[in-house]
């Protein structure tokens, strides 16, 4: 069975990938997952600067699904040039680096730093972090993802995935304005920005006050946007939003994924991914196919 | 090692009124697991509730021949994970993963010669193994050519209210020197157990070491205790965790270190859960 696919210009072994904040620096999970076996790695996202990130409570469980603002909490490019890269650069796996800019400046400067690291395969831009309370959404307006990501294709030669938020009203302008951006992907969905309360104390739960919900919640919404934009757009699709089983995966890749990310199925269900991978073969040739990538966006639509 | 599974529960009983122990079949965690670590549980096959809850080992079974088979956890019933928890039997499965976290000091490392544990809460928990075990009364985590030490333990545990005591027995039967208080005087001292605390170490001896675990108020209260006595003392935090291996960064609190702000985030679950009390920076630390 060939299970290899492409997003663009970065081949990939299989499409089964780890999402950015839901795996850390790939080396706590290495108890629960054989790292070599995944498609690729995507790490939490890295900022120019370090940031402690918001205050605790930052996350809140919710029905089949959590609401997180984790706030960016990392240490900076150059320590996960320095600390991180080595490690996950030499798991035998793709490392796509994830990173979130301030301002429109930052993208390509942290993409220009990139650039230079021999072991990162390719970039993927963070475009919207809902949890950073001020920051500017790069993903709500076609014009501004468009230029953002064209500035970050213009300063490496690596593959860009940009990754979009769920967040707009028309996903279909945004993910061509990627398009047109020269991205090799758009990965798709962020996080939902939503809220909890506790009524008794009549405060917001977390520190931050809202927060992104994650898991098998937002399956559906995520499922949709994958399924639109393959159907509209041409460029090839990362699908991510409550994956939790190989159903959910194979759901995906038949709307019209290239490749998939685990996120927080990660955090309830720390080897899952390894399972998927053991499954992914069978499930293909059940379809009748010898390849995944016969099987990407054969969803008959009704007429 | 580390190690997720899906494992029988053996049995699920009910300590007090909403307090259970459930014990789980898994040899290979029993094995390792150490005092003062923990693991992630939650039913098997459910996605509501979603997250696994943190418990920390509180025994480990063993076969006839002395084996570690299975793992004892206490927990008391608060929110959706606990309750369903409790809902489950003999035969039914969870998935859980661990042994998770560091342990509390043990022999030969530090001068345990007098350990005081001190309980708030449901934290009482950690404790039954860290008696055992510097007591050495049973050997936990692989083949140890350790020492039993020489030391004696007390034990202090300060609860809301008199039924919240379950498993107070299990303490006692180890022979060693117990408390208690309670915040209604149903039992015991009529107050706050770090008053209590205080008290006894001011009569003498006075302990080498204090292990503490517990609501962060009750925490922040002991570091002062250890502090103004001058006894090196270690908690144990209840933090919120989502993971609980280090991939999701919520459990963090606040940890001394040389940056310019004096402190910076930490991962309880994976450099916890036990801090010296006075490598954290509870002034940072918001109560909610
Ligand atoms: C290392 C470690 C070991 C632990 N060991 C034990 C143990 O042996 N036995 C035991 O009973 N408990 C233990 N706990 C605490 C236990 O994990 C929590 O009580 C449990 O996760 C709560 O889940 P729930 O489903 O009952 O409540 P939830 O539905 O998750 O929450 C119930 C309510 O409590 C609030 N809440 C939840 N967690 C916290 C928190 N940490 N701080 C403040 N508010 C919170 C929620 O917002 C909600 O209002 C341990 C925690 C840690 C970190
Ligand atoms: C705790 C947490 C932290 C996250 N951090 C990041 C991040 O740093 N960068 C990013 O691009 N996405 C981040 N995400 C979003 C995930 O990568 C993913 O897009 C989203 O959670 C939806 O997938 P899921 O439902 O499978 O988790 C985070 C999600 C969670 C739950």
Same mark, same amino acid.
């Given at each position: 069975m060939d299970l290899s696919v492409a997003l663009g210009r970065l081949s990939l072994a299989n499409p089964i990938l780890v999402a950015s904040g839901t795996f850390g620096y790939a080396k706590e999970a290495a108890p629960f997952v054989?790292?070599?076996?995944?498609g690729g790695i995507v790490p939490k996202t890295v900022t120019s600067l370090p940031r402690a990130g918001n205050r605790p409570p930052r996350i809140v469980e919710t029905a089949s699904g959590m609401l997180n603002s984790i706030g960016l909490d990392n240490d900076g490019i150059d320590h996960f040039i320095e600390h991180h890269v080595p490690y996950l650069s030499r798991q035998g796996t793709r490392l796509i680096a994830n990173v979130a800019g301030k301002t429109e400046d930052e993208f390509p400067s942290l993409v220009a730093k990139l650039d230079l690291v021999a072991g990162v395969d390719a970039i993927e831009l963070n475009? @919207?972090?809902?949890?950073?309370?001020?920051g500017i959404d790069f993903a709500t307006k076609p014009e501004v993802t468009e230029r953002v990501i064209r500035r970050c294709y213009e300063s490496t030669g690596k593959p860009i995935l940009a990754k979009l938020t769920p967040?707009?009203?028309?996903?279909l302008s945004i993910a061509d304005a990627a398009r047109q951006g020269g991205a090799d992907a758009v990965t798709l969905i962020n996080t939902l920005v939503g809220t909890a309360i506790d009524w008794r104390k009549r405060r917001p739960i977390l520190s931050n006050v809202v927060g992104g919900l994650s898991g098998p919640a937002i399956k559906p919404i995520a499922l949709r946007m994958v399924m639109m934009v393959a159907r509209k757009v041409a460029i090839p699709i990362v699908g991510v939003g409550g994956i939790s089983t190989l159903d959910d995966v194979m759901e995906f890749l038949i709307a019209g994924a290239s490749a998939v990310q685990l996120g927080t199925v990660n955090f309830f269900d720390p080897s899952s991914s390894m399972r998927m991978l053991d499954d992914l073969p069978t499930a293909v040739a059940s379809?009748?196919?010898? @390849?995944?990538q016969e099987v990407i966006g054969t969803l008959e639509w009704p007429r | 090692m580390v190690l997720q599974s899906t494992a029988t529960v053996l049995s699920n009983e009910m300590l007090g009124e909403t307090i259970f122990k459930i014990r789980v079949e898994q040899p290979a965690i029993a094995r390792e697991i150490l005092p003062g670590q923990f693991a992630m549980l939650r039913p098997h096959g459910r996605t509501d509730p979603l997250l696994g809850r943190p418990l920390a080992m509180y025994d480990v079974g063993r076969s006839d021949s002395g084996e570690p088979t299975s793992i004892d956890f206490v927990y008391l019933v608060q929110g959706n994970g606990t309750r369903a928890l409790a809902s489950l039997g003999p035969g039914d499965r969870v998935d859980l993963w661990g042994p998770l976290g560091n342990s509390f000091p043990r022999h030969p490392s530090n001068d345990l010669k007098r350990v005081l544990l001190l309980a708030g809460g449901i934290g009482q928990t950690p404790f039954l193994s860290v008696a055992k075990d510097l007591l050495g009364q049973q050997t936990y985590g692989a083949p140890a050519n350790r020492q039993a030490g020489e030391t004696s333990v007390s034990f202090i545990w300060g609860v809301r209210t008199k039924s919240l005591l379950a498993g107070l027995n299990d303490f006692q039967t180890l022979g060693i020197e117990c408390h208690v208080a309670t915040d209604d005087g149903s039992a015991g001292h009529h107050g706050r157990v770090t008053d209590l605390a205080r008290q006894l170490i001011e009569r003498g001896p006075r302990p080498t070491a204090i292990f503490s675990c517990g609501p962060e108020p009750m925490l922040v209260a002991v570091a002062r205790l250890g502090q103004e006595c001058q006894v090196p003392t270690w908690v144990s935090l209840e933090t919120r965790m989502a %993971?609980?291996?280090?991939? %999701?960064?919520?459990c963090v609190c606040p940890v001394k270190d040389s940056s310019p702000a004096g402190w910076d985030y930490s991962r309880v679950c994976l450099e916890g859960p036990i801090f010296r009390s006075t490598a954290i920076e509870w002034n940072e630390i918001v109560h909610q």
């Open positions: 054989d790292l070599g076996r995944l475009l @919207s972090c809902p949890n950073v309370s001020g967040n707009v009203t028309d996903i379809l009748g196919a010898s @390849s995944v | %993971c609980g291996y280090g991939v %999701c960064f919520s």
